[in-house]
């Protein structure tokens, strides 16, 4: 089945530096990837949608310049945490969307946890 | 807009027992389509059952079903003969036709499966 490599599991940073975090579709052209930000004990939220080669459109809120995200090709796609601080302390996936066999749907990575000291 | 709302934040079943979890939505679109992901502990988000709109039949997975009512817009899923396995926060996830569209999610159920 489709696959989303997702690293790092787990990232602990000091506040002011920043952190990428990435997301590989293994057996599959991700044509689309989506980026979501998951409190403790609360749905996922998502903050950004990006096409292969376009920019990433950002969900009402979600600052553009703090959350960086690339999608320069079909199997990868980033989110770079600029200048960390505490708040932004939160478990981020990513789910790629792509056409899996002859159905299209939806796999995600398996998360980073990021925490900002 | 599109929504999606999950009424029972907690649930418990028995094991080996029948659960159902309910999930409303609203959209105005005609042809979308409904999931339920599975989040465990691990957090991996784990795709249960899916079901497109347009389609009559409810979909069904081994022990998971759904029961499909679109004049109404309710999507519930029923998880028979419960497994200890089975606990975990159960999503329900809305999008609009099309692999690039967005998943609108709900704000999950906790379910707790006893022994």
């Known amino acids: 089945g489709a696959v989303v490599s997702q690293h790092p599991s787990r990232v602990i940073c000091k506040s002011g530096t920043s952190v990428k975090i990435e997301c590989r579709s293994l057996?599959?052209?991700?044509?689309?990837m989506f980026w979501y930000r998951q409190f403790p004990k609360q749905s996922l939220m998502l903050m950004a949608t990006?096409?292969?080669?376009?920019?990433?459109?950002?969900e009402q809120g979600v600052e553009k310049d703090k959350f960086l995200i690339n999608h320069a090709s079909l199997t990868l796609s980033t989110l770079t945490v600029t200048s960390a601080h505490p708040e932004d302390s939160s478990f981020y996936i990513c789910s790629a969307s792509g056409l899996q066999g002859k159905i299209s749907g939806y796999t995600f990575g398996s998360g980073t946890r990021l925490t900002v000291v | 807009a599109q929504t999606v709302t999950q009424s029972q934040p907690e649930m418990s079943v028995q094991e080996a027992e029948t659960v159902t979890l309910s999930c409303t939505y609203d959209t105005s679109e005609s042809d979308y389509y409904l999931f339920w992901y599975k989040q465990p502990p691990s957090r991996q988000m784990i795709l249960v059952i899916r079901?497109?709109?347009?389609?009559?039949q409810n979909a069904t997975e081994n022990r998971f079903s759904v029961n499909f009512q679109k004049a109404a817009k309710s999507f519930s899923l029923k998880i028979s003969d419960s497994q200890l396995g089975d606990a975990a926060m159960y999503f329900c996830a809305l999008s609009r036709w099309g692999g690039s569209e967005k998943l609108v999610f709900g704000k999950g159920t906790k379910l707790t499966v006893n022994p």
């Open positions: 079901q497109e709109a347009y389609k009559q």
């Open positions: 057996d599959f052209q991700a044509t689309t």
């Open positions: 990006s096409n292969e080669g376009s920019k990433a459109t950002y």
